[in-house]
């Protein structure tokens, strides 16, 4: 089993940056991607960013591309979103997301919202 704890939402303004993390625990494997989706009310789950593990590779959504950046520590299981530049469209639930084995996992989603 594998459990996902995200942390680091807020509210913040126009401009502002916020970090994400995302901390995995249980039977992580050496060869998984995780990542970060988002929910806006009304709307439907996005894909916001990727890392993989075996080449350490990311993907990012247009949207956030040159503003978020994801990371990982390896050791720590844990993944990162730096988010910079928000605008109040990034208004939204964050979830986390590791894929392993065809299994998929989220965590609870932390809470970011965007403005003045």
């Known amino acids: 089993q594998v459990q996902l704890v995200e942390s680091g939402g807020g509210l913040v303004q126009p401009g502002g940056s916020l970090r994400l993390s995302c901390a995995a625990s249980?039977?992580?494997?050496?060869?998984?991607?995780m990542g970060w989706y988002r929910q806006a009310p009304g709307k439907e789950r996005e894909w916001v960013a990727t890392?993989?593990?075996?080449?350490?590779?990311?993907y990012y959504a247009d949207s956030v591309k040159g503003r978020f950046t994801i990371s990982r520590d390896n050791a720590k299981n844990t993944v990162y979103l730096e988010m910079n530049s928000l605008k109040p469209v990034d208004t939204a639930n964050y979830y986390c997301?590791?894929?392993?084995?065809?299994?998929?996992?989220w965590g609870q989603g932390t809470q970011v919202t965007v403005s003045s």
């Open positions: 997301n590791l894929v392993q084995r065809a299994n998929n996992y």
């Open positions: 249980g039977s992580i494997f050496s060869i998984n991607t």
């Open positions: 890392h993989t593990t075996w080449d350490s590779s990311t």
